[in-house]
């Protein structure tokens, strides 16, 4: 049903941003000329008629026309996205046994000119699929649920509109009636495994660095707060003040005097931002803020800013708030993110390295970290970025390792695995642990993984890391 609103005309450009933003599409309007026009909007909730932003929840739908039948209107196809923290909590705890459960990374382009290369792509990524299914020594069942995740996962070609320049992770087991997709930010590289529980490193590696950060874009008069997370910006609260104009004046009594009150006002101003900035962490619960402006207002802000708050700034920019958009608000945000993501990247392998050397509470090296795993033992698993191990799995006591066909605790036979570091990265989070993938380069790439410890584990006798 759609809903109608009668609003203000000089109110009309901030309610159709709010509408927009709480996920209603404004499908008609009238403005007459005049300040007091009145506007009519028909609104109608149509969360899907936009894109999804990554790493929220969100129902894609689209239409599909046969082409021999075009009255004849088919099922739509619908993909229903789960937030980036849900997903990840209900796929660490599935597994399954007898059907491999087929774990998909597509990334769909952004360039119009590629979506049909898009689609071509995920041709080839069902292509281990169907030649798993086609292959020796699996259960009719398990092939039949094969093929079934084949036919589900091409079919997802129609919604490419729909996900243009996002990342697709998409997970499902037929036969056990399982499936779960999230949308990520574009770009990560396609990949399909196949395995007894999802492969879920690409999707724990969005979600470690997916902090969610308060942008703040300020001058002496104005005020913007924004929302930022996984790349997407959105608009929350705006301040606004009254300035003195031309509050630079050469020297003179009444000038000074002037110029004084165009400080204090300024002054003033900042300091509401600051309380409505301070407001917005803690109603939203968010960490880490980014501060931009001109660059006389961002120090000038920052000297007002409460010392606790003044530790959560991780970074600023410089953009002109007259004439800022919010894809270049974007865009200088995430270069300010990023680099601040590489920071703690270092700091936590270098604080690594330093604990073993002191014989403190590290791990270095995959057969150490994966004794750490196995004792429960890490805190924080450090990972590098691009690379895998193929492993062996315990399903029946959780055993991690290189190698073995016999489990050295409890004697059951052991599973291959394409990625023991993935396991390791499940384990880890089932154990209240962090994961942390390190994308530069850092003494890490020699060791693959390293681990910050909660009590010490003994490197083994012979051992090399
Ligand atoms: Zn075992």
Redesign the pocket.
Known sequence: MPLITRLDARDAPRRLRLIAIAGYYAVGGRADPGQRATVVLMVAKKVDRDQPAPGRAAVVEVDRVDAEHPKRPLPPIELSATSLGDAIRELKGFESPDAPVVSLYWSVPADLGQLKGGVSKLKDLIKPVRERAASEGLSHEARESLLADADRILELDQLVPKLQGRTLAFFCCNERGFEEAVVLPGGLPDRVELDATPFMRPLVMVHDEAHRYAVVVVDREQGELFDFYLGVLEAKEREHDKALRNPNFAAGDREYGVHHKAQELAKHHYRKVADALVQFLQEDGIELVVVGGHEESVPAFLDVVPHDLHQKVIGTFIVDPHTMTPASVSDVAQRVVDDYERREEEKFVSEAIERVAAGGLGALGIEWCLLATDELAVDRLLVDAYVTEPGRV??????LGLTGDE??????P?RTTPDVIDEMVTRVLESSGHVEHVHIETPLRDHLVAALLRFPVPQQEGATS
């Open positions: 315990c399903d029946s006591c959780g055993w489990c050295p605790v409890d004697g059951s052991t």
